[in-house]
């Protein structure tokens, strides 16, 4: 863990020394630096709740993105969702930690709580709180107990590691155990999902990720280890990738559209906790337009699935009018650095724009009436932290100097002056930059304040950005494979005509080709 200490107090409004103080702890599952984890990657922090009857509550959270997700079930279960996700860090009770070691292994980052943070009641209020409702029906888990005090101690978690700042967190998903088939880890390892088994090897996800957003990459990750089991939900991605398949004309159009948009689902995050810049809130503005246009060419398009996924997005046109009105096209990085808000939006900002323009114009007048005065061609205006602005004279030319100056610094080669019409400018400039940076530091946090309001909006928009995602790659590797859509019915069979494995397919030397494989199950016969 990582105590991150910051400025308390403003350092212009106080004559002492600036307190000081420790503002956020970085831990391995609660992070929102973009450089402590991998973008195609969630980073999950867990919490188990253990209990003695071998019903435990299982909670799931990506402070980066605010996804939210909470279960129960037996130790299995539990340790198939550990699995799946893979979290960075565990929270559990504190004197039944050997317990969690013994039954999930040593391998997570492991944080203890005691007891009384794992109640229901302690649970029930922090969620309650944290989504204004007065109660959790509306999320599915009213009567998960167990599900209930693991997603409290999480947000427990959050407030112990000075992390108040959630407005991204904004629900909770229920994981339901019925709509997934469930892998265990010797699954996932031994059929390389996830990751090769030898150095130089490749993985499932290594062939069929060619998502182009880090939402999509997240996603299809979950997919991958969390199969669907019901047919009506797999033929509803199937027959997107079939229009897709189809329609080489749309899915080169869209997978442009997508490279655009970049990780919006963290940006919703970045707004969340004030952790936004200048240029990432122009991306966003300019990731939404182009979701405007993704909807508005596939309105028409003849494809009831697909057409559910497009009439879904929102355009968020309030959120693109508060950026386009405020925000310049092409803004500084850092706020601090100023020249961020728009010119016409504020008209005391833009007269002191005007006004330090104007006096920087005036600083040469000076200079040029100053050398035609004195005579002197080398004199020159400049500027030091020291005693601000000064006209400089080399020694040459220091007889010619006029009496109302004031020597002020002697150099090797030269002598530097200040007049009293200098410090009256200067003062004006300094005032006004001054002022400048307050009102565009304080337009910026209204900016922030005003897109909290429309995070719900724009992780809505991330979802369906990362399903549409994930479908174009499954229809970009069938095309480039020869991959044929699967028949899935309820059967008891599994016949598969001239199959080829998508991995080792790939990996076989120059000039081999993959000889294919008929088979054929059912209860009563195996054949390959």
């Not at 998960?144 to 967190?169: F, Q």
């Not at 709509?179 to 996932?188: A, E, N, Q, S």
């Not at 009018?321 to 092409?330: A, H, L």
């Amino acid at each position: 863990k990582v105590a991150i200490c910051d400025q308390l107090e403003d350092p212009k409004m106080t004559k002492s020394i600036v307190k000081r103080g420790v503002t956020e702890l970085v831990t391995p599952g609660v992070s929102y630096n973009d450089k402590t984890f991998d973008k195609n990657n969630n980073n999950f922090l867990a919490c188990v709740h253990l209990t003695p009857c071998n019903a435990h509550g299982i909670a799931l959270l990506d402070v980066s993105t605010g996804e939210y997700l909470a279960s129960e079930g037996d130790k299995n279960y539990i340790g198939r969702i550990l699995q799946s996700f893979s979290p960075n860090e565990v929270v559990i009770q504190k004197r039944l930690k050997q317990t969690f070691i013994d039954n999930f292994g040593d391998k997570m980052y492991i944080t203890t709580f005691d007891d009384w943070v794992f109640t229901k009641d302690f649970g029930y209020e922090a969620l309650t709180t944290q989504f204004s409702t007065s109660s959790l029906k509306g999320y599915g888990i009213e009567e998960m107990s167990n599900a209930i005090i693991a997603a409290g101690g999480i947000l427990h978690y959050l407030k112990e590691t000075c992390h108040d700042k959630t407005e991204h967190i904004t629900s909770i998903s229920r994981i339901d155990e019925d709509k997934y088939v469930w892998l265990d880890k010797f699954t996932i390892n031994n059929l390389e999902l996830i990751a090769p088994s030898t150095p130089n090897g490749h993985s499932l996800i290594d062939i069929i990720n060619k998502t182009v957003t880090p939402q999509g990459s997240r996603m299809m990750k979950r997919w991958i280890v969390m199969p669907l089991n019901n047919i009506d939900s797999i033929n509803e991605r199937l027959n997107i990738v079939d229009l897709f398949t189809k329609n080489k004309e749309l899915s080169e159009k869209l997978r442009g559209h997508l490279k655009n948009i970049g990780d919006i689902e963290r940006i919703a995050g970045k707004i969340a906790t004030k952790r936004i810049n200048p240029r990432e809130i122009i991306h966003l503005k300019e990731a939404l337009i182009t979701l405007k246009q993704v909807k508005n060419e596939c309105e028409l398009i003849d494809n009831e699935d697909f057409s559910k996924l497009i009439d879904n997005i929102d355009v968020c046109e309030k959120t693109i009018e508060i950026i386009q009105q405020r925000i310049k096209d092409d803004p500084s990085s850092l706020i601090e650095k100023c020249g961020v808000i728009r010119d016409g939006y504020n008209e005391e900002l833009d007269d002191l724009r005007k006004l330090t323009t104007s006096g920087k114009d005036y600083l040469q007048n000076i200079q040029k009436r100053e050398i035609e005065r004195t005579n002197i061609p080398s004199l020159k205006i400049g500027f030091n932290n020291v005693f601000g602005y000064y006209i400089e004279v080399t020694n040459v030319h220091k007889d010619k100097v006029p009496q109302d100056w004031v020597r002020k610094q002697t150099l090797v080669n030269s002598e530097r002056y200040i007049t009293s019409e200098l410090k009256e400018l200067e003062e004006k400039i300094f005032s006004a930059e001054g002022r400048i940076t307050t009102l565009e530091q304080q337009i910026y946090a209204e900016v922030i304040d005003s897109l909290v309001e429309h995070i719900k909006t724009i992780q809505k928009n991330s979802f369906i950005t990362a399903t549409i995602d994930c479908l174009l790659s499954f229809a970009h590797i069938a095309e480039e494979n020869g991959y044929t859509r699967p028949e899935i019915n309820d059967s008891l069979e599994l016949n598969i005509s001239e199959g080829r494995h998508p991995v080792i397919e790939k990996q076989m030397a120059a000039g081999e080709s993959f000889i294919t494989n008929n088979i054929f199950f059912n209860n009563n016969l195996m054949a390959i």
